[in-house]
């Protein structure tokens, strides 16, 4: 099947053509980080104003990208939540327009499922598998026992990752979005210069808290004043901050694999791209011969390839959602099961 599919849940507007949910033919992005940028986050008005002028010509660039035309495509894929409600309507809106006069079958899909199925347009990993989603919005531990079968085995209490990244970025200095900018300049760093804490990492649950981090760097900032936020300093810091956040993430990461006896791993959301986290996962796989399924950098942040992977599989077998279906701002995933399978 050949499915158009469109993402626009945070920041980009994004839409795909995707073969059998696995081939993509055609996947383009459009970012409005350098607009929010100005204001050290996501505005959600401008976010839902920049949608609606770029979803049109996203579509059209994705359709001429795969050659294909409207008349070639037999589903319609779009993000249904959890996100900005008036980013998520333009673009939900615009896939139910798309499907009620081409007259064809329809389904809404949750941000997350499309983070950790991602990989499976690269290498499909077998279930069941433990799932790692490190994103702007969530740090969350997934048992995954097939499409649409999702159980929470923790989550953060706080701050997501790439909130942490993104907050502690901020009073580096680095600009917003910093994740990125903290990454690059943490590979030049000494990752043992500054001892910041290591959050829950032994409290025996599968929870994480990153809230903590991020004042501890913020306290160093204050009694070692701004020299920390140039030069080496600034990268050893950068590097310390990573390697805080990696440990915990690693940690908790090989906890739940061992309590769910699986050996299989999926780490997936724009995190995953964060250089230090998929040294440290790589790191836990050679020890552990869990077996490790990192998407490539591009499809790990936010595009609407990945989302088709669990649309296909819905449409393919008749699980579509009726043209009243409507965006939601928070959407637990474990409720996809209940919807989809009644489990
Ligand atoms: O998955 P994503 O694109 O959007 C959400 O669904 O949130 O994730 C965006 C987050 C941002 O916080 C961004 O700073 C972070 O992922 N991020 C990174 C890296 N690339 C993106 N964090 C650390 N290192 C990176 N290389
Ligand atoms: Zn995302």
Redesign the pocket.
């Known amino acids: 099947m050949l499915t158009l599919s469109i993402e626009t849940?945070?920041d980009?507007t994004a839409a795909a053509v995707v073969q059998d949910g696995r081939k993509i033919l055609g996947n383009v992005i459009s970012s409005q980080v350098a607009i929010h940028a100005e204001y050290g986050g996501v505005v959600p008005e401008i976010a839902s104003r920049k949608h609606l002028e770029a979803v049109i010509p996203v579509i059209s660039e994705a359709l001429s990208q795969a050659g294909v035309t409207l008349d070639d495509i037999q589903g319609i894929v779009a993000t249904k939540g959890p996100?900005l409600v008036g980013a998520l309507l333009v673009g939900l809106s615009a896939a139910k327009g798309i499907a009620f006069v081409r007259n064809l079958p329809f389904v809404g899909v949750h941000?997350i499922e499309g983070?950790l199925l991602a990989g499976f347009l690269e290498r499909s990993a077998p279930f069941p598998f433990l799932a790692l989603v490190?994103?702007?919005?969530?740090t969350h531990l997934y048992r995954v026992d097939g499409i649409g079968r999702y159980s929470q085995l923790g989550q953060t209490l706080d701050d997501?990752?790439?909130?942490a990244?993104?907050k502690t970025?901020t009073l580096l200095g680095l600009g917003y979005?910093?994740?990125?900018v903290?990454?690059r300049l943490a590979g030049e760093g000494n990752p043992g210069r500054y001892s910041l804490p290591r959050p829950l990492l032994r409290d025996g649950s599968f929870n994480f808290s990153f809230s903590g981090l991020k004042t501890a760097v913020a306290t160093l900032v204050r009694r070692e004043g701004d020299g920390v936020k140039e030069g080496e300093p600034l990268r050893d810091l950068c590097a310390s901050f990573?390697a805080a956040v990696t440990e915990v993430l690693v940690a908790k990461t090989a906890a739940a694999l061992a309590d769910q006896g699986i050996s299989r791993l999926v780490v997936a959301?724009?995190?995953a791209?964060?250089?230090g986290?998929r040294a440290g996962m790589a790191g836990l796989s050679r020890r552990s011969g869990v077996e490790l399924f990192i998407p490539s950098?591009l499809l790990?942040?936010?595009n609407a390839a990945m989302i088709a992977v669990a649309g296909d599989f819905y449409l393919e077998n008749g699980m579509t959602d009726d043209l009243t279906l409507d965006a939601v701002a928070t959407w637990p995933l474990p409720m996809v099961t209940r919807q989809r399978w009644n489990l």
């Open positions: 849940s945070c980009e996100g941000h983070h490190v994103s702007g919005g969530h997501a990752a790439g909130e990244f993104d970025a979005p910093g994740g990125m903290i990454d990573q959301g724009g995190v791209s964060n250089s986290l950098p790990c942040t936010d």
